[in-house]
């Protein structure tokens, strides 16, 4: 049975940080990562990891966001720095091996 347990998310202020966390058990997994979906909006990849460590970034988060992953613990994490409005939305963890696997998603808001 895959379990994907993600915390972290909450509401901050522009210009802020949140980390969020997803624990994964049941397996291990070729590449993980998070997609996020804001209200009315479909739902798209924010950074993805691969077990060795190879990672790929939307353009909207290059330099802002920093995803990493510890294979001992299975879990991956999202360091998510100098937030904007435009980052709120629904974020979503999932892990992949031939299926995918997907949390049941952390809200984040950035608001003043």
């Known amino acids: 049975q895959v379990q994907l347990v993600e915390s972290g998310g909450g509401l901050v202020q522009p210009g802020g940080s949140l980390r969020l966390s997803c624990a994964v058990s049941?397996?291990?997994?070729?590449?993980m990562g998070w997609y996020r979906q804001a209200p009315g909006k479909e739902r798209e990849l924010v950074a993805s990891i691969t077990r060795g460590g190879r990672t790929n970034y939307a353009d909207s988060v290059k330099g802002r966001f920093t995803i990493s992953r510890d294979n001992a613990e299975n879990t991956v994490y999202l360091q998510m720095d100098s937030l904007k409005p435009e980052d709120t939305a629904v974020y979503y963890c999932y892990a992949q091996r031939v299926t995918t696997w997907w949390g049941q998603g952390t809200q984040v808001t950035v608001s003043s």
């Open positions: 049941g397996s291990t997994f070729s590449s």
